[in-house]
């Protein structure tokens, strides 16, 4: 096998993944670090590809290896998102929903990667995951002062005021259930030629539309403006039947912003060079939404 070229892409958490040029056909290379995700991400793959929902085609992988080979996508990242690109978003979501009684199915044994990851599929379990990840991250930076204080100031001084009305999360149940990406944002969509194509579905399985509809709209790396926010969220609403009142998702959307706070500092951990990254974004992130918090 003669390859002309291989070049290490980015990197994330839960992968390796690298470019190769074979026989002049280009390759997406992915090794996973955990066989789950590995797991999930060729199923779902699959099932997508029978549906001809966009998406890089597998060409090979490697149980043991826990590697997939996909067909390289030669796309830009979208930045904005124009009237072509929410109606291709959107069918996408809608298309995704075509394999959920097939991966049911399949996973109906296998629970623990049946569900998205840190799923929410009661109303409160936005809560619970918020105070979840609070704990681990004030163990994980124990002995920095910094973030310790960022936490007391930034976050759990929020978090008093939310813990007075968490009883009303307990409420309501999420009844409706979906088949979520997950992690789902625009750095997981390429787009080639008005196409656009989706990958990385790592975190996806059984959770709530809710919650895909709040990561997606309040992520860091979505800068929607007001207007757009809302006009997402009607497309969520309308796609999925979500039915929540202002106060309930009032509630949802200030835990949501914790989260992404708490979501920002953890990356310091894993990149500790970019820590003056991380922080400014933390303090933009915090002050884009500060209005929001203290109401």
């Not at 799923?119 to 163990?139: A, E, G, M, P, V």
């Not at 997950?182 to 579905?201: A, R, W």
């Not at 997606?216 to 926010?229: A, G, R």
């Not at 310091?268 to 884009?288: A, D, E, G």
Request: glycine content about 2%.
């Amino acid at each position: 096998m003669i390859i002309n070229k291989i070049k290490k892409a980015e990197n994330s958490v839960n992968s390796n993944t690298f470019k190769l040029e074979f026989k002049n056909n280009k390759y997406f290379i992915k090794i996973y670090n955990e066989k789950s995700n590995f797991s999930k991400d060729l199923l779902i793959n699959k099932l997508l590809l029978k549906q001809m929902v966009n998406v890089p085609k597998v060409i090979d992988f490697n149980i043991k290896k826990r590697m997939i080979i996909f067909t390289l996508v030669n796309g830009k990242k979208i930045s904005k998102l124009n009237k072509d690109n929410l109606i291709q978003i959107f069918k996408f979501l809608k298309n995704f929903q075509k394999i959920k009684q097939k991966y049911n199915n399949l996973l109906k044994n296998k629970k623990n990667i049946l569900y998205a990851k840190d799923n929410c599929l009661n109303l409160i379990d936005h809560y619970k995951n918020l105070t979840k990840r609070l704990k681990s991250t004030k163990k994980n930076f124990k002995n920095d002062k910094q973030i310790i204080n960022l936490i007391k100031n930034k976050i759990e001084n929020k978090l008093l005021y939310i813990q007075k009305f968490k009883t009303i999360l307990k409420e309501k149940n999420v009844e409706k259930k979906i088949l979520s990406p997950s992690d789902f944002g625009l750095h997981n969509i390429l787009k080639e030629k008005k196409k656009l194509f989706f990958f990385d579905f790592d975190y996806a399985g059984i959770d709530s539309p809710l919650k895909l509809k709040l990561d997606f709209i309040l992520n860091p790396n979505h800068n929607f403006t007001k207007s757009e926010c809302m006009n997402i969220s009607k497309k969520f609403d309308n796609l999925f039947n979500i039915k929540v009142g202002s106060r309930i998702e009032n509630l949802l959307i200030k835990i949501n912003i914790l989260k992404w706070l708490l979501i920002i500092l953890s990356a310091i951990k894993k990149k500790p060079t970019r820590r003056s990254f991380y922080l400014k974004n933390f303090f933009l992130y915090y002050k884009k939404y500060t209005m929001i918090l203290e109401r």
